[in-house]
């Protein structure tokens, strides 16, 4: 058992340094980040991307989808944006005397959502049963979409105007929540030099097929989980729960996406088991943003990372058994 599980481990391995070093040809000095959108696309997540206009949100995108070959689509949220314009609509058709369905832009395998939270609710909760179920229901249909899917959706800074903060239930539905922030020095001059001539998109290719990302995908199911990991994973998102300063705790399904982005990391760190320390090292990016703080603390400038980390202080780490 434990030669095949090493086998869906490299095919993880090698599916993640094609499509990392291919990525990273157009975001400069952004390893760690462009790791953790790799790691979500592994674990079948979906990858919310919020920071400030300008770091490079919307390339990142861009250059993953070249990278694997799959169907790419855009959506650029505005205010006065209708759910049809995401899932798509019947029109009659005059000639045929019946309705046809136009799709919208959500049926695609890698969808950017770009600018999420400048749409209202309304329009943002036309994604949900996208994100969830991989499925969209038009007029009493229902039609899937293809796999695989990945939304993956930038955010502006609450601050900022103009914007609606997303509804808890869509904040839970994505697996990751990451920051890019501004580039170091060197990695800015780098991308000026990159950018002289011709933009580096265009010299972005294929470096995956849609096969061999499936393949990976189910690979990284595959890696061992011991029950005493499993068990650290959900005392973790309890002690989240129970903290002192929280409205509303993680979610079970912030302890799922924790199990699953750990199995992912294992794998592309060439493991074929989880440790604690892959737990630890994704615990903010995948619960920070499922918990609600209370406005008490809020007014303390309490924030959900620090109650993560308080969480991750408290929670006892247990000795991983491998089998």
């Given at each position: 058992?434990?030669?095949?599980r090493q086998k869906h481990v490299e095919v993880v391995q090698q599916v993640a340094e094609r499509i990392a070093h291919s990525v990273s040809q157009v975001i400069a000095g952004k390893r760690n980040e462009?790791?953790?959108?790799?790691?979500?696309?592994?674990?079948?997540?979906?990858?919310?991307?919020?920071?400030?206009?300008?770091?490079?949100?919307?390339?990142?995108?861009k250059s993953l989808a070249r990278s694997i070959g799959c169907a790419f689509s855009r959506i650029q949220f505005t205010p006065d944006m209708l759910p049809s314009?995401?899932?798509?609509?019947?029109?009659?058709?005059?000639?045929?005397?019946?309705f046809e369905f136009r799709p919208g832009p959500i049926m695609a395998?890698?969808?950017l959502a770009d600018e999420i939270?400048?749409?209202?609710?309304?329009?943002?909760?036309?994604?949900?049963?996208?994100?969830e179920e991989r499925q969209v229901t038009v007029d009493g249909i229902t039609?899937?979409?293809q796999e695989p899917f990945l939304l993956l959706a930038t955010q502006n800074p609450i601050e900022y105007e103009g914007t609606f903060p997303l509804p808890e239930a869509q904040l839970d539905r994505f697996m990751l929540r990451i920051q890019l922030g501004y580039p170091a020095l060197n990695d800015e001059i780098a991308v000026l030099s990159a950018q002289q001539h011709v933009h580096p998109l265009q010299n972005t290719y294929q470096v995956v097929t849609v096969q061999e990302l499936l393949a990976a995908q189910q690979g990284v199911r595959e890696v061992y989980v011991a029950d005493e990991i499993k068990r650290y994973i959900v005392d973790l998102v309890t002690a989240t729960r129970q903290h002192p300063d929280v409205a509303i705790g993680a979610s079970p399904r912030g302890s799922l996406a924790l199990f699953r982005t750990s199995q992912a990391r294992a794998a592309m760190a060439g493991r074929e088991y989880v440790i604690p320390d892959d737990v630890k090292a994704l615990a903010e990016v995948a619960l920070a943003h499922r918990i609600i703080v209370?406005?008490?603390?809020?007014?303390?400038?309490?924030?959900?990372?620090?109650?993560?980390?308080?969480?991750?202080?408290?929670t006892p780490v247990p000795g991983a058994t491998v089998r």
């Open positions: 058992m434990n030669n095949a462009i790791r953790l959108t790799i790691l979500g696309l592994l674990s079948q997540g979906h990858i919310l991307i919020e920071d400030i206009p300008g770091v490079g949100k919307t390339m990142l995108a314009d995401v899932t798509g609509v019947s029109l009659f058709n005059q000639k045929t005397r019946e395998q890698i969808v939270n400048r749409a209202t609710p309304k329009t943002q909760a036309a994604l949900l049963e996208a994100m039609y899937n979409l209370n406005p008490s603390a809020r007014i303390k400038d309490v924030s959900s990372r620090m109650i993560v980390q308080d969480s991750l202080t408290v």
